[in-house]
């Protein structure tokens, strides 16, 4: 199925007036908008590709890319130049900016998993990518960038993640376009870096009060998942005992949650 074409000049037009993106740049394809962002200069720029040929996630996961008009890949460049404890929690801030243009252009209610990816049904859709350029001079963070994939409207997937992969328009046809997603997406992004976006990352997220599992100190331990902390940590009891994961990978474990419901 074909659909309208990512355009630079359909984002701009779609943009808030205040936003501070200023400077977009479309590409055919590409390796990785990650990469392309990594070469640009200290202004804030948006690069969006048709086309992404390395894909990768957290700890480097290839993952499934379309290149047939139904995927969003983009990257954000931002240019702080503040030290890491004077920045919002990046990862956290995209997850909610992406569930909340959603909701607000098209009515579908999506779920966030702790702590980058977004689900629909239980299935997931779309992930973000949070990479940091420090400066050991100054001892600041001069680059962030941010990466999101999407699936907006891919209507096959291979055989072996048909089980835990999903689109945003997954049997429908899409009610609007890629153009005014991507937009809205950053018009919720500058919206709520100054809101309290961190309770809002609670209110949907999908792992609260589940059954997790998870691996630290070389040991699979698993627990209910308590919280998320102001710094975006996950809190998990296991027995009685309360683990802060900092990062990681977790996993949910479904049948036993099925019983807590």
């Not at 290149?67 to 931002?78: D, P, Q, V």
């Not at 240019?79 to 009515?107: D, M, N, S």
């Not at 500058?190 to 809101?195: D, G, P, Q, S, T």
């Not at 209910?224 to 309360?242: F, K, M, P, R, S």
Request: charged share 25%; aromatic share 8%.
């Amino acid at each position: 199925m074909n659909y309208p074409p990512i355009n630079k000049e359909e984002i701009q037009k779609n943009l808030a007036s205040t936003s501070p993106v200023k400077n977009i740049v479309v590409l055919e394809t590409t390796e990785s908008t990650m990469n392309d962002a990594r070469k640009l200069n200290d202004e804030i720029t948006l690069v969006v590709a048709e086309e992404q040929r390395a894909t990768h996630g957290r700890f480097n996961r290839a993952y499934f890319a379309d290149n047939n008009g139904g995927g969003i890949y983009m990257t954000l460049s931002l240019a702080p130049h503040k030290r890491f404890e004077e920045l919002p929690q990046y990862t956290i801030l995209a997850a909610v900016a992406v569930r909340g243009a959603i909701e607000k252009l098209t009515g579908i209610s999506t779920d966030i998993k702790w702590v980058n990816d977004i689900y629909l049904n239980e299935k997931k859709f779309c992930g973000i990518l949070t990479e940091a350029i420090s400066n050991p001079a100054t001892q600041t963070l001069d680059r962030i960038l941010i990466g999101i994939g999407l699936n907006f409207a891919i209507q096959q997937f291979p055989e072996e993640i048909q089980h835990k992969a999903t689109s945003l328009f997954m049997k429908k046809t899409p009610n609007i376009t890629r153009n005014e997603l991507i937009a809205e997406i950053w018009n919720q992004f500058f919206k709520w870096e100054a809101k309290d976006f961190l309770a809002e990352y609670r209110k949907h997220s999908f792992v609260l009060g589940k059954l997790v599992s998870f691996e630290q100190a070389g040991k699979v331990l698993s627990g209910v998942a308590e919280d998320i902390t102001e710094t975006g940590e996950l809190v998990v009891n296991v027995a009685g005992e309360l683990h802060t994961l900092y990062s990681g990978e977790i996993s949910l474990k479904s049948i036993e949650n099925k019983k807590l419901r």
